[in-house]
T-cell receptor
Framework: DAGVIQSPRHEVTEMGQEVTLRCKPI?????LFWYRQTMMRGLELLIY????????DSGMPEDRFSAKMPNASFSTLKIQPSEPRDSAVYFC????????????FGSGTRLTVV | GENVEQHPSTLSVQEGDSAVIKCTYS??????FPWYKQELEKGPQLIID?????GEKKDQRIAVTLNKTAKHFSLHITETQPEDSAVYFC??????????FGTGTSLTVIP
């Protein structure tokens, strides 16, 4: 298996622009997670899905952030409008059995908002 | 919610020596404790995990111990090698809920 695939690997955008991050989970995994990593705050869970349904989005920082999972093999995280403080590495992860078992991370998207 | 503290934040060891990273958690209901290794420009990778019904687990040069009474767990790496250099994260999870990550330990193995 190719693992969890994220795109793009790097994204540089201007403040105010819309940014869309993409994730393809491991085939057969029924949980998908979006994390944000910064030096100041470490790894933060933004949202997670089970069978394509959002279960907990309490970590989503504000209304500028939204996530979708239209099918079992694809998810997006959108930021509109983007701000410099959104600069971070965004990770997608998937799991076969549930949120309390180890899961597999993608390689991340490094977002820079200038 | 759960609070996970991790120490030390940085650790340097000579190649061949052992490294120990410690984490504490606050919620006694936590029952699953994974450890992740993150190399530069990569995502965290699960290296070992332990569940609350087990006190110790070993996989070659790495081992994890859990003390439920004291609410702490530790990662032990023996015979360290330069390729062990990375950032290590501990996490705790309550059944059915999210992972709570520690703040990470940057391990450097000096050849």
């Amino acid at each position: 298996d190719a693992g969890v695939i994220q795109s793009p690997r790097h994204e540089v955008t201007e403040m105010g622009q819309e940014v869309t991050l993409r994730c393809k989970p491991i085939s057969g995994h029924d949980y998908l997670f979006w994390y944000r990593q910064t030096m100041m705050r470490g790894l933060e869970l933004l949202i997670y899905f089970n069978n394509n349904v959002p279960i907990d989005d309490s970590g989503m920082p504000e209304d500028r952030f939204s996530a979708k999972m239209p099918n079992a093999s694809f998810s997006t995280l959108k930021i509109q409008p983007s701000e410099p403080r959104d600069s971070a590495v965004y990770f997608c992860a998937s799991s076969l059995t549930g949120p309390n078992y180890g899961y597999t991370f993608g390689s991340g998207t490094r977002l820079t908002v200038v | 919610g759960e609070n996970v503290e991790q120490h030390p934040s940085t650790l340097s060891v000579q190649e061949g020596d052992s490294a120990v990273i410690k984490c504490t958690y606050s919620d006694s209901a936590s029952n699953y404790f994974p450890w992740y290794k993150q190399e530069l420009e990569k995502g965290p990778q699960l290296i070992i995990d332990i569940r609350s019904n087990v006190g110790e687990k070993k996989d070659q040069r790495i081992a994890v111990t859990l003390n439920k009474t004291a609410k702490h767990f530790s990662l032990h790496i023996t015979e360290t090698q330069p390729e062990d250099s990375a950032v290590y994260f501990c996490a705790a999870s309550i059944a059915g809920n999210q992972f709570y990550f520690g703040t990470g330990t940057s391990l450097t193995v000096i050849p």
